[in-house]
């Protein structure tokens, strides 16, 4: 799944941060997105959790049914007409009948085909973002959901759908936290955060910060990514913080797509002067 704000490009820039051992300790990511940090793990013991319900319903099915979700996906058509169509199911009674296979089959496919793979929701939560007319999209990746499912049942991992305060209420001392959570705008034209439905704001952040915080009373090592703004830079002085280069698309200002800073935040090793 490709996914707004996905950390692919950033895994070594990521993995230099990592403390040692962090394999052998439960592994938490409360925002999971596209999971690419965490697949680039697999990390033996995980708990991973997305509010976005239709995002972790695409998780559990890739686990416990496989073969059917394969199946779905040949179904489904690279036309303009199809796409719409089934971008519109959100918004009929007829999407409360589809199974959780149909539903993760929807998801795939509309990730797969909409225009530069921008999952985005309005405010009514109904999926938005126009086709992207791409000659040959990789709708059905069997070698992939095979082996995400392989992992997802030979690993100990729970997949939850909450509040990501919910799953980090009672983390071990010894666990790890990944936090990749909406970002905090560097500007209005690069605000985005369509994949949840009412996106967030300052107290939103405020609220996460003090959940960091509780972390580190609690003696548990998190890394939090989010935009290099001021704002974020304030909130997180005193913890280490690093300034990485990753290539964004996603801002109604063609002129501001492309390499931009972003702030990788630890509470563990030596504290910046």
Not at 222 to 235: C, M, P, T, Y
Not at 236 to 247: D, E, M, P
Request: charged share 25%; hydrophobic share 35%; with cysteine.
């Amino acid at each position: 799944m490709k996914w707004v704000g996905g950390k692919r490009q950033l895994i070594p820039e990521i993995r230099k941060m990592l403390p040692e051992g962090i394999l052998k300790h439960p592994y938490y990511e409360p925002f999971i997105g596209g999971g690419a940090l965490f697949f680039d793990l697999q990390p033996k013991r995980a708990v991973i959790n997305d509010y976005n319900g239709e995002l972790i319903n695409v998780y559990t099915v890739i686990r416990d049914h496989p073969d059917e979700l394969i199946e779905d996906l040949k179904k489904h058509k690279n036309t303009a007409e199809y796409f719409y169509e089934i971008r519109s199911i959100d918004r009929q009674p007829l999407f409360y009948n589809l199974t959780d296979i149909e539903r993760a089959s929807r998801i795939i496919y509309l990730n797969k085909t909409c225009y530069n793979g921008l999952y985005r929701v309005n405010n009514s939560g109904e999926f938005n973002s126009p086709f992207g007319k791409y000659k040959n999209p990789n709708i059905v990746n069997e070698p992939v959901i095979r082996a995400v499912s392989k992992f997802l049942n030979s690993a100990e991992v729970q997949i939850l759908n909450c509040d990501y305060e919910t799953v980090l209420r009672d983390v071990p001392a010894n666990s790890f936290v990944y936090l990749d959570p909406p970002y905090h705008p560097i500007s209005e034209s690069s605000n985005f955060t369509g994949y949840v439905r009412g996106g967030w704001n300052e107290k939103d952040q405020l609220r996460l910060r003090d959940v960091c915080n509780r972390l580190n009373d609690n003696g548990v090592k998190f890394l939090l990514s989010n935009s290099a703004s001021d704002f974020i830079r304030e909130i997180y002085a005193g913890y280490n913080i690093f300034v990485v280069r990753a290539n964004r698309a996603v801002n109604s200002d063609s002129s501001k797509r492309g390499q931009i800073d972003e702030f990788l935040i630890s509470n563990y090793g030596k504290i910046k002067e």
